[in-house]
């Protein structure tokens, strides 16, 4: 997931850098201002000739051809099967860098690549989030305990295609509220699925997580966000896992790839960034945080789950 940054994208799907879109203070353009044929109020001050220069072109969602919808199918099943090898060896007393380090000689030895090492300096093959760890936990000496709740969230690149997806695991005997945050999340993600087909706006998933969440007492993080997926990790749509106004004019067209990966909370949305290592988010009241991921492809005939395991859960699981 990706927190909205300056030079971002902006969620909102226009294309625009997020510092020049809904991230300055100022109107964004091409969207605030439909009484004016839905430029900005800058661009509308100026000539015509001068407002459609100076208007930035709009930056689509990569659409991929038949050929690439197959590279990105072959990323997301390897790492699916990844995703079930890291199922059979954690558990109580397994150390986190253990598991990193399965994940890369793995990945590396089938002759692919572990996106997370080096990507924008992040140190690790993995992110292992325990308990109150929103997001971006970075793998550590950590001895996994009865109880804890770990999200291992993984990501390869195959062929030059990335697949994401990430579950969040329950390690022993695990308390009611720690089992209820994780069906929330796992819930919220299939929710998110469910609600969209060819040519659905991209508030449609925050819609029909919010619902879930709110309805059984929890939060939504906001801070981070689904994406677009392709030859780069992090590119447009903007998910948002909330309904995001802006992301109403944002449409899920055939041949696009993302993600969505629901971020639960049980207390307060809100999330605080490790000052030191400046990755490791987590809930700002310590309470517990869960999260699933899929990377999906939009079809003409409906959403595919790309990064479906053998032996995870599946839509009806009870945690
Ligand atoms: N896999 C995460 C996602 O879902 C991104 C992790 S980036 C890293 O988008 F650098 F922290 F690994
Ligand atoms: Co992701
Ligand atoms: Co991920």
Redesign the pocket.
């Given at each position: 997931?990706?927190k909205t940054k300056r030079n971002d994208p902006c969620p909102c799907g226009s294309g625009k850098k997020y510092k020049k879109c809904h991230g300055s203070s100022s109107p964004p353009a091409g969207q605030a201002a439909p009484a004016s044929g839905g430029r900005s109020l800058v661009s509308s001050l100026l000539s015509p000739s001068t407002a459609l220069r100076t208007r930035p072109r709009r930056r689509r969602a990569p659409i991929l051809s038949a050929g690439e919808r197959d590279g990105m199918r072959a990323a997301g099943k390897f790492n699916a099967h990844l995703l079930d090898l890291v199922r059979e060896r954690i558990g109580p007393g397994v150390k986190l860098v253990d598991l990193d380090d399965f994940v890369r000689e793995y990945t590396q030895d089938a002759g692919h690549i572990p996106?997370?090492l080096g990507?924008?300096g992040?140190p690790?093959s993995?992110?292992t989030s325990v308990n109150e760890v929103v997001?971006?936990g970075i793998p550590d000496e950590y001895e996994l305990q009865p109880g804890d709740i770990v999200n291992v969230?993984?990501?390869s690149i195959v062929d030059g295609w990335h697949g994401?997806q990430?579950e969040t695991f329950l390690i022993g005997e695990c308390s009611e509220e720690a089992r209820g945050v994780t069906q929330c999340a796992f819930d919220c993600l299939y929710a998110g699925i469910e609600a969209i087909g060819p040519g659905s706006r991209v508030i449609e998933i925050g819609e029909a997580i919010v619902e879930i969440a709110h309805e059984r007492g929890y939060s939504v993080v906001e801070m981070f966000q689904?994406?677009g997926i392709g030859k780069t990790?992090?590119t447009d749509p903007g998910v948002p896992h909330y309904p995001e106004p802006r992301a109403a004019n944002s449409i899920l067209e055939p041949g696009m790839c993302f993600?969505i990966?629901p971020m639960i909370n049980v207390g307060k949305k809100g999330c605080r960034v490790d000052k030191r290592d400046g990755?490791t988010a987590r809930t700002v009241d310590g309470k517990l945080s869960a999260q699933f991921?899929h990377t999906l492809l939009m079809t003409e005939e409906g959403v595919e789950i790309l990064t479906q395991t053998e032996h995870g859960p599946r839509p009806g699981h009870r945690f």
């Open positions: 997931m990706v996106a997370c990507y924008k992040y690790k993995s992110c997001c971006h969230d993984l990501t994401d990430s689904g994406h990790f992090h993600t990966e990755w991921e």
